[in-house]
């Protein structure tokens, strides 16, 4: 008989579900701190912390990257932490990528609206106010909202590897579905196909395979957590993501797709894309939290990766109010709460990450041209039918501000010089993420007899921008 894959369902998917993990009462009483930034300071800080266990009861994606930073600077160097958050519906790029590139920003900024009609899902309910992140640490863009637990694990640089936190997660899924396995990028996957007898890797241990074998070419692992990563001097960052019960699974790819891709290039790095899925059967609806459950797997996964006491884990749920840290000789496990960003670090980081100037302004230099060119010379698709066909565009950008550009709409090569210079004095220097409309910026240029050709090119920029 193959491994039982258990699929309990959620009634909904709110931050209640991280908010009530239950409590088992263990007959350890380990002093306790009431909860203030002050204090949250104070433990994570302690020499003596040397383990720490934290769940956010926050859904700001800016606020948990914060505290992640802090944690990241601010523990000590010889501890090891757990930070575990749900967020809001957003989408985080990697500290090296272009937002243009990696995500569909009319989709964020207006909703199903930003979409052609072809390609709006029927009857689905598109989330709302979808933030833009980028992150501190490198890697691909990745899509968060309820559905999705992220984990962090920050520890001395020895003790890092790539897959010893992925193992220590896959360890977790495990207690749900037995097809997870680390893949050679590191990131963890479900296998697809038949549970095989024959199979010899039936050793719960092994953790790069399992006893699942594809029933054919097309029946590729599916993702449901990537990892990201910063190493320091003192310090070595591991974060991921886990689809639990994403209720935008089928919408996610429409997010993470620029409608500028066959037209720009950048440098920097690019996301890989990959078929994903969640651990849980989305149309199933039956028993208690998930989240909660996958996060008390997580936890017991990381108590047991580092021979911890399981008491550990019943005093962190003593207080699901999160008005305390519970603390011991040598660990200190609790909540942490929306009020945290009173602490001076960890509110500077959030007003960088929310900043304009880090999350556009950090970009790598990049050209968007309607033509094959040096930089980029792949075939490029027809421009929309409203756009003249001698039509070009050439543009350089650096740090979100154009740097040059080569725009014109003449067949004539005298009168397209012209054009391209007029076009190259009004853009260059502006920052693309403050222009609104392309058409009311171009349109300062006294082109009458051209306004029909104007008005579908600046539709076609908006689209890439």
Request: proline share 6%; with cysteine; hydrophobic share 35%.
């Amino acid at each position: 008989m193959p491994p039982r894959i258990l699929s309990p369902q959620p009634k909904s998917l709110s931050l209640k579900h991280v908010r009530s993990l239950g409590s088992l009462r263990f007959s350890l009483n380990p002093p306790r701190r009431s909860f203030s930034a002050s204090s949250f300071a104070d433990v994570a800080t302690k020499p003596s912390s040397r383990y720490q266990i934290y769940i956010s009861q926050s859904d700001n994606p800016f606020l948990n990257l914060s505290i992640e930073h802090y944690l990241l600077q601010k523990t000590p160097i010889d501890s090891t932490v757990l930070f575990l958050y749900v967020n809001r519906p957003c989408v985080v790029i990697g500290r090296n990528q272009n937002p243009w590139l990696e995500a569909n920003l009319q989709l964020l900024k207006r909703g199903v609206v930003g979409l052609q009609a072809s390609e709006i899902k029927l009857g689905y309910q598109y989330p709302i106010d979808v933030d833009l992140i980028r992150r501190r640490s490198g890697g691909g863009t990745v899509f968060h909202d309820y559905g999705n637990v992220n984990y962090s694990v920050i520890c001395p640089p020895p003790d890092f590897t790539r897959d010893k936190h992925a193992e220590m997660v896959v360890r977790a899924i495990r207690q749900i579905d037995p097809r997870a396995r680390v893949n050679d990028r590191h990131d963890i996957v479900l296998d697809q196909g038949e549970f095989s007898q024959g199979n010899n890797r039936k050793d719960h241990d092994h953790l790069h395979g399992t006893v699942y074998v594809p029933t054919s070419s097309v029946s590729p692992a599916l993702k449901v957590s990537g990892s990201a990563y910063k190493l320091t001097r003192n310090r070595s960052l591991h974060h991921g993501t886990c689809l639990i019960q994403s209720p935008n699974l089928e919408v996610i790819p429409q997010y993470l797709r620029s409608p500028a891709k066959a037209f720009m290039k950048a440098r920097g790095v690019d996301s890989v894309r990959s078929p994903i899925s969640n651990i849980y059967d989305a149309h199933r609806n039956q028993g208690d939290s998930l989240i909660s459950s996958f996060q008390r797997n997580v936890l017991k996964a990381f108590i047991a990766l580092y021979s911890l006491d399981h008491g550990l884990l019943d005093s962190l749920f003593q207080d699901s109010s999160g008005s305390n840290f519970n603390c011991d000789k040598d660990w200190v496990c609790g909540y942490i709460r929306e009020s945290v960003k009173d602490l001076l670090e960890i509110e500077e980081g959030l007003k960088e990450l929310e900043s304009p100037e880090w999350i556009y302004g950090q970009t790598p230099q990049f050209v968007l041209s309607s033509s094959p060119v040096e930089e980029d010379d792949r075939p490029r698709p027809p421009l929309p039918s409203d756009v003249p066909e001698a039509a070009r565009a050439y543009i350089k950008a650096r740090s979100g501000v154009i740097t040059s550009t080569q725009v014109s709409f003449s067949a004539n090569s005298v009168i397209a010089k012209a054009e391209a210079r007029l076009f190259d004095e009004v853009l260059t220097g502006l920052n693309i993420h403050l222009i609104k409309d392309f058409y009311e910026v171009l349109c300062q240029i006294s082109y009458l007899d051209k306004l029909y050709a104007l008005k579908g090119f600046s539709g076609w920029l908006n689209t890439m921008f």
